[in-house]
T-cell receptor
Framework: GNSVTQMEGPVTLSEEAFLTINCTYT??????LFWYVQYPGEGLQLLLK?????DKGSNKGFEATYRKETTSFHLEKGSVQVSDSAVYFC?????????????FGTGTSLTVIP | EAQVTQNPRYLITVTGKKLTVTCSQN?????MSWYRQDPGLGLRQIYY???????DKGDVPEGYKVSRKEKRNFPLILESPSPNQTSLYFC?????????????FGDGTRLSIL
């Protein structure tokens, strides 16, 4: 079956530190991969996506590369800011018999301190 | 403004009292979906719909019903709520059933079943 595993949190970093949040997946087909971000009291917002192997998604200084050989999609940012404090979710979508199902990781809470 | 609107945002109710959480999107999206978010479990898909009158079960459909009579609306129905359905619920939509389409999320509905 399909599943997403991401690193446990919470993660606390100082401003301008390097961020990595690990994400690995299991999929029966050829999924698309996403990172979503959730700010307090809000719904999830798409951060970036990659639709095939070796694609790199990027947005707002965040990057993630679709690695089929290691079934991974790790999120990275070179220099985090206080405003990046949020919960980050790795997700995949895979086509089933009648449509698309989405699978999310458990989320990683990030706190950036000044 | 493109958005997914859920109502109510908060609800406290009692076991067995039927309730409906409404979801509406104004983006003419074909695909809509319901999730519940629980600590340590991330988001789990309850039901999804590829288009009008087409719905299918996600990972945790027990105790829930949905309908898709119009393209813009996708209500979630709890016929006989129980305390284990206390959770944070999100509705989401995307343009089509193609797997690389990201989802747009509502701001969430926090349900407490006493």
């Amino acid at each position: 079956g399909n599943s997403v595993t991401q690193m446990e949190g919470p993660v606390t970093l100082s401003e301008e530190a390097f961020l990595t949040i690990n994400c690995t997946y299991t999929a029966t087909g050829y999924p698309s991969l996403f990172w979503y971000v959730q700010y307090p009291g809000e719904g999830l917002q798409l951060l970036l996506k990659a639709t095939k192997a070796d694609d790199k998604g990027s947005n707002k200084g965040f990057e993630a590369t679709y690695r089929k050989e290691t079934t991974s999609f790790h999120l990275e940012k070179g220099s985090v800011q206080v405003s990046d404090s949020a919960v980050y979710f790795c997700a995949l979508s895979d086509r089933s018999r009648t449509g698309n199902q989405f699978y999310f990781g458990t989320g990683t809470s990030l706190t950036v301190i000044p | 403004e493109a958005q997914v609107t859920q109502n109510p945002r908060y609800l406290i109710t009692v076991t067995g009292k039927k309730l409906t959480v409404t979801c509406s999107q104004n983006m003419n999206h074909e695909y809509m979906s319901w999730y519940r978010q629980d600590p340590g479990l991330g988001l789990r898909q309850i039901y999804y719909s590829m288009n009008v009158e087409v719905t299918d079960k996600g990972d945790v459909p027990e105790g829930y019903k949905v309908s898709r009579k119009e393209k813009r609306n996708f209500p979630l129905i709890l016929e006989s709520p129980s305390p284990n359905q206390t959770s944070l619920y999100f509705c989401a939509s995307s343009l089509s059933m193609r797997e690389n389409q990201p989802q747009h999320f509502g701001d969430g509905t926090r349900l407490s079943i006493l």
